[in-house]
């Protein structure tokens, strides 16, 4: 079983930043990509960002050149630096990963989302 808790997210002004991060725990012998997605009210979860177990990265293009996700192996924690932000990004983000355990093949996991609120 594996944990992720999101973290980082609260009210902020457009133009400004936060940083997200998400820190696994568990029984987790292997990680493979690691992604973002967030869902506004009304809208269905979209894919903001992803990682590949290599750190190559993707990104929607709404958010392209503004959010940069990264990810600590050695803390199993994934990040979403989140510059420039509109109020178009107010949303709840999660994020998952695809994980391997001691006792399971591999399998998505989800955190439990934190809000995110870019407003004056």
């Known amino acids: 079983q594996v944990q992720l808790v999101e973290s980082g997210g609260g009210l902020v002004q457009p133009g400004g930043s936060l940083r997200l991060a998400c820190a696994a725990s568990?029984?987790?012998?292997?990680?493979?990509?690691m992604a973002w997605y967030r869902q506004a009210p009304g809208k269905q979860r979209e894919l903001v960002a992803q990682?590949?177990?290599?750190?190559?990265?993707n990104y929607a293009d709404a958010v392209k050149g503004r959010f940069t996700i990264s990810r600590d192996n050695a803390k199993d924690t994934l990040y979403l630096q989140m510059n420039s932000l509109k109020p178009d990004d107010t949303a709840v983000y999660y994020c998952?990963?695809?994980?391997?355990?001691?006792?399971?093949?591999?399998?998505?996991?989800w955190g439990q989302g934190t809000q995110v609120t870019v407003s004056s």
């Open positions: 998952t990963g695809n994980f391997r355990t001691y006792n399971s093949a591999p399998y998505d996991y």
């Open positions: 568990g029984s987790i012998f292997s990680i493979n990509a």
């Open positions: 990682i590949a177990g290599g750190g190559s990265t």
